[in-house]
């Protein structure tokens, strides 16, 4: 089993700054990828960024540019930096690792981009 526990939303204005962060801990051997996804009220949760157990990373089309996706691997932790939010940034974002073909997910952290 794999915990995760999200942390770092909040509200923020459109153009500023947020950095989320996920902590994973349990069996997290073999953990092939993590990952954050978003979904918006109503919809289906969306891809936002991967990064993989050898550090390769990819960025759904909306963010690339403008959102940043790393890890610590001494503090198994990864990052989602994100800059220049957009309004339709606000979402709830969720934390995913991938480990033998088993989905694990967070709890969610809101993320609220308003002037």
């Known amino acids: 089993q794999v915990q995760l526990v999200e942390s770092g939303g909040g509200l923020v204005q459109p153009g500023g700054s947020l950095e989320l962060a996920c902590a994973a801990s349990g069996s997290i051997s073999r953990i092939t990828f993590m990952r954050w996804f978003r979904q918006y009220p109503g919809k289906q949760r969306e891809l936002v960024a991967s990064i993989s157990e050898y550090g390769g990373t990819g960025n759904g089309d909306s963010v690339t540019g403008r959102f940043t996706i790393s890890r610590d691997n001494s503090k198994n932790t990864i990052y989602l930096q994100m800059n220049d939010l957009k309004p339709e940034d606000t979402a709830v974002y969720y934390c995913?690792?991938?480990?033998?073909?088993?989905?694990?997910w967070g709890q969610g952290t809101q993320v609220t981009v308003s002037s």
């Open positions: 995913n690792a991938v480990q033998s073909l088993t989905n694990y």
